[in-house]
């Protein structure tokens, strides 16, 4: 079964940290950029943050710069989000999307043109951070 599974999410204090993985099976993962996004209640999705298929460039949107941290290890067929100082507005539900048709640097996963982003191969089901105290 050709699949993105993630795992990791949960609830965390504002100063705290998770780490949220992004297994895949049925498919080589190295063939693919890997995006992590992000949906907040009553929002749409964004883009937070993505990693071309062999690491070579990395993007992060403004708010999580600085705190995120995007990883693959291609030999684990996995990619990792570390998340650092997480506040409460990182509130959400992330998913991870593989994309094979990535061209040029990371940032063209993850940033939406024309209110669109790129049509993704797979996408995984999500998992929920809440971030409270």
């Known amino acids: 079964q050709l699949q993105l599974v993630e795992s990791g999410g949960g609830l965390v204090q504002p100063g705290g940290s998770l780490r949220l993985s992004c297994a895949a099976s049925g498919f080589a993962l190295d063939y693919y950029a890997i995006g992590w996004f992000r949906q907040a209640s009553g929002k749409e999705r964004e883009g937070i943050s993505c990693?071309?298929?062999?690491?070579?460039?990395?993007y992060y949107t403004d708010s999580v710069k600085g705190r995120f941290t995007i990883s693959r290890d291609n030999n684990k067929n996995t990619a990792f989000l570390q998340l650092n100082g997480l506040k409460p507005e990182d509130t959400g539900v992330y998913y991870c999307a593989a994309y094979s048709k990535l061209f040029g640097d990371a940032q063209n996963m993850c940033v939406s043109r024309n209110g669109q982003y790129p049509n993704m191969d797979y996408w995984g089901k999500g998992t929920e951070v809440t971030v409270s105290s």
């Open positions: 990693i071309s298929s062999q690491g070579a460039t990395t």
